[in-house]
């Protein structure tokens, strides 16, 4: 087992308290301080402006003189209790933290013992120690070094299922037995993060290092609250369990899954809210599996897939609400799977595929609604793949494919509905492959292909409908390749006629009754 780090003392540093007769002389000599502040005060604040010496001292004042010295006595006896008193509370709790620390450590290193047993069964017992010992932990620092026991015992390599076949029975016992205990750990750290922060058994706020662990049983973490501390799946495999982070709130903090394998299995942030966390799944492989934010919030944080890879499987965040924050796929490559934003509502923030390359696969914005985010494949080569915003409403916001390259992709706006905003092409090279608005909705908002590239592909407008709005092909270059209005309906599009120019070239289609208006 990787090396155990013993519990560390509750106080960084040791009780240190002031000797008695400084202790009491400093507080003596404050009180002086104290009083003679608050009888000055009541001299100017009753604006005496001067003692009368000629009058001799009667009985009663004596008497009084020697009440208030009787008092002021009195006083510092008080005080010098209290500060006898707060001594002893000191000590004490201190011995009492003391006494604590020790019970703790002698627990954890029976704890430890049980769990580098060659026993599965004591192994069970020493994890279920350790969880009891973390709950009961006196300090948070106590707490967080039974949670990295058991992390390290998930990161340790074990012997792979030799298979249920009668020459290794025994061997396949033992793996189960194993898994079991591995099992259990990943099963009590989803059960104490799913508490409330601050209540007894919480471990919210803990980090949690499970750095290249095979992940191949369920941790549920439904309703938790990520709000401080790292949590890490950095180069974990997930293959074939189920990962739950369902109605998840993250307000701050790290949640990583960098360079994570996932060949299997669901990861799911349905229903969660992210508010000001980060989620990263940088440089992860998903070549199967499952990993969904169906119906999730997102009003500020960054969640990113910067450099992953797609070869299989399926990511979706369907019905999503992304109101601000970030989610980035920057210089992903896609050559299989799925990611799709089916029924999505971008009303901010930012969605970039920035530099991403599409081989294959489908990324699907269908039916999604557009009224204020920034949706961007700018520098993106699309060589193979679908790119869908079938049926979405585009009524503000930004979607850009400024530098794109595509050459065989298919990219689709069918059925889609633009009443504001700006679908951009801006620069981008058409080599091959299509490009369909087929029976859009044009009411408004701006289409641009400026400076674009058209040496081979298609671009199709087919059956779109154009009440207002801007299609422009401003600097473009039509080499080759096709762009075609067949069937379109209404009014040619603000800027379309001046691009095309006369005669229209072969390599644009336009309705009969758009080309009476081009002299």
């Known amino acids: 087992m990787a090396e155990n780090r013993g519990p560390r003392p509750i106080y960084d540093r040791e009780l240190r308290l002031w000797k008695v007769g400084r202790a009491l002389s400093v507080t003596f000599v404050a009180a002086v301080l104290v009083a003679g502040g608050v009888f000055y005060g009541l001299v100017y604040v009753l604006d005496f402006q001067e003692i009368d010496t000629a009058k001799r001292l009667d009985a009663k004042t004596l008497f009084d003189l020697v009440k208030l010295s009787f008092g002021v006595v009195a006083g510092a006896g008080a005080l010098v209790a ?100 591995r099992h259990t750990i990943l099963r009590l750290i989803g059960d104490h993060y799913r508490r409330p922060q601050g209540t007894h058994r919480s471990w919210q706020g803990c980090d949690l290092d499970l750095t290249g662990v095979i992940i191949d049983g369920p941790m549920d973490f439904t309703g938790a609250t990520f709000g401080g501390g790292r949590v890490s799946f950095d180069g974990a495999t997930f293959s074939g369990s189920t990962v739950t982070f369902d109605n998840a709130t993250f307000s701050d903090g790290l949640v990583s899954f960098g360079n994570a394998t996932f060949g299997g299995g669901r990861v799911s942030f349905d229903n969660a809210t992210f508010s000001g966390s980060m989620v990263s799944f940088y440089g992860a492989t998903f070549s199967g599996g499952t990993v969904t ?183 473009a270059t039509l080499s080759d390749g096709t762009v075609t209005f067949y069937g379109a309906a209404g009014s040619p599009p603000h800027g379309l006629l001046d691009a095309v120019g006369t005669p229209v070239p072969a390599t644009v289609e336009l309705p009969a009754a758009w080309l009476s208006l081009n002299p």
């Open 82 to 181: 209290l500060v006898v008193a707060y001594r002893r509370q000191r000590v004490d709790e201190a011995g009492a933290h003391r006494e604590a620390t020790r019970l703790h450590t002698e627990r954890f290193s029976q704890a430890v013992e049980q769990l580098g047993s060659d026993s599965p069964a004591v192994q069970l017992g020493g994890v279920h120690a350790l969880a009891g010992l973390a709950d009961d932990a006196p300090d948070d620092s106590l707490r967080q070094t039974c949670i990295d026991v058991l992390c390290a015992y998930l990161q340790l390599p074990f012997t792979p299922d030799p298979g249920d076949v009668p020459a290794h029975q025994e061997e396949h016992h033992r793996y189960l037995a194993l898994r079991k205990v």
């Open 293 to 475: 934010f169906d119906n999730a919030t997102f009003s500020d944080g960054t969640v990113t897939f910067y450099g992953a890879a797609f070869s299989d499987g399926l990511v979706s965040f369907g019905n999503a609400e992304f109101s601000d924050g970030t989610v980035s796929f920057g210089n992903a490559e896609f050559s299989g799977g799925t990611v799709t934003f089916y029924g999505a509502t971008f009303s901010g923030g930012t969605v970039s595929f920035y530099g991403a390359a599409f081989s294959d696969g489908l990324v699907s914005f269908g039916n999604a609604t557009f009224s204020g985010s920034a949706v961007s494949f700018d520098g993106a080569t699309f060589s193979g793949s679908t790119v869908t915003f079938d049926n979405a409403a585009f009524g503000g916001g930004r979607v850009s494919f400024d530098g794109a390259t595509f050459s065989g992709s298919t990219v689709t706006f069918d059925n889609a509905a633009f009443s504001d905003g700006l679908v951009s092409f801006g620069n981008a090279a058409f080599s091959d492959g299509l490009v369909s608005f087929g029976n859009a909705t044009f009411s408004d908002g701006l289409v641009s292909f400026g400076n674009a590239t058209f040496s081979d592909g298609l671009v199709s407008f087919y059956g779109a409908a154009f009440s207002d709005g801007t299609v422009t092909f401003h600097g």
